[in-house]
Every structure is written in structure tokens, then in C-alpha cells.
């Protein structure tokens, strides 16, 4: 079973950016589907950024524009850009990945234990 493990996270003001690693424990094929969701405070777990088994990335709404998902297949290390960041940025980031491509929360099989990004006004 692939163990992710996220760093990177930390507190900036808004405006800051902030670079995310999610480390693989073992080889993620080409054929994964990774991703990376967050979950702020009293609310649902949602996706930010994800990319196809092809490369393709697909983001939020309310992401597209200021961050940018990339993964380094010799590093086995998949990572999330954030510029322009804000307040509601804030929450806990997790890593996952996806064997079917559904990104269901019920359908992700592996999931990191997420690192804390805090965006102060």
C-alpha cells in the first residue's frame, strides 16, 4: 500500500504563497490519478487540484489561477503551488490518490495525513 506524506504547509498573510510536497512511499504509476483536497473548519473535505493518469490537471473554481498542480515522476513527489493566497485558503491539505479517477471522497484509496496552511487577513 503507497504511504503520502505532505509538507510544506505553514501560516502566511494574505497574498503569500506557499509551495505543498506530497511524497510517495513507493512508485505512484502513471496509470494513478493524484490530487490534492482540502477541509477548513466545520466544512465537507472538497478537491482543489487533481491530475489525470495522462497529466492533465483539472482545478477548482476557486483555485484556477493561483494554483498549479505538478508531479515529478522521478522524485515520486507531487506538488501544489499556491500564489495570490487568501483567507479562505485556510484548512488542512491533504494528498490522495485515486486507482478509478473518480474523485468521490469515497472513492479515493489512499490519503495522506494532510499538512495545515493558515492564511491570515
Known amino acids: 500500500q503507497v504511504q503520502l506524506v505532505e509538507s510544506g504547509g505553514g501560516s502566511v498573510q494574505a497574498g503569500g504563497s506557499l509551495r505543498l510536497s506530497c511524497t510517495a512511499s513507493a512508485y505512484t504509476y502513471s496509470t494513478y490519478y493524484m490530487g490534492w483536497f482540502r477541509q477548513a473548519p466545520g466544512k465537507e473535505r472538497e478537491g482543489v487540484a487533481t491530475?489525470?493518469?495522462?497529466?492533465?490537471?483539472s482545478y477548482a473554481d476557486s483555485v484556477r489561477g493561483r494554483f498549479t498542480i505538478s508531479k515529478d515522476h522521478a522524485k515520486n513527489t507531487l506538488a501544489l503551488q499556491m500564489n495570490s493566497l487568501k483567507p479562505e485558503d485556510t484548512g488542512m491539505y491533504y494528498c490522495?490518490?485515486?486507482?478509478?479517477?473518480?474523485?468521490?471522497?469515497?472513492?479515493?484509496?489512499?490519503w495522506g495525513q494532510g499538512t495545515q496552511v493558515t492564511v491570515s487577513s
Open positions: 491530475m489525470d493518469s495522462d497529466g492533465s490537471p
Open positions: 490522495a490518490i485515486t486507482y478509478c479517477g473518480s474523485w468521490q471522497l469515497n472513492a479515493i484509496n489512499v
